[in-house]
Nanobody, 123 residues
Framework: QVQLRESGPGLVKPSQMLSLTCTVS??????????WGWIRQPPGKGLEWMGV???????FYKPSLKSRTAISRDAAKNQFSLQLSSVTPEDTAVYYC???????????????WGQGTQVTVSS
């Protein structure tokens, strides 16, 4: 069974870059047939799919976040990462990494989830 764990700073200053890492066990980030994605939940709001990296290394992002978002993977560490640039307080949320056995372009398509990590954007 796939297990995921997020890590990264809990506090980021406005205009800076948010960087999170997801450590995977139970499968390989480079051979898993599904997608590895990032989803977030701002306070008082619903889940928001941010993007996904798939088997061939291609990435797909929510259009409104595409210009600020990058997802990559590290085969040696069996990790995948999220970078979100030029953050504002509106980017404050619980961030989840997750694995989808199929698709992965909607938050409800994900089968395995990390426990989530709180990121606050504040000066």
């Amino acid at each position: 069974q796939v297990q995921l764990r997020e890590s990264g700073p809990g506090l980021v200053k406005p205009s800076q870059m948010l960087s999170l890492t997801c450590t995977v066990s139970g499968d390989s980030v480079t051979t898993y047939s599904g997608g590895w994605g990032w989803i977030r939940q701002p306070p008082g709001k619903g889940l928001e799919w941010m993007g996904v990296i798939v088997l061939d290394g291609n990435t797909f992002y929510k259009p409104s976040l595409k210009s600020r978002t990058a997802i990559s993977r590290d085969a040696a560490k069996n990790q995948f990462s999220l970078q979100l640039s030029s953050v504002t307080p509106e980017d404050t949320a619980v961030y989840y990494c997750a694995a989808a056995e199929g698709g992965g372009s909607r938050w409800y398509e994900y089968d395995y989830w990390g426990q989530g990590t709180q990121v606050t954007v504040s000066s």
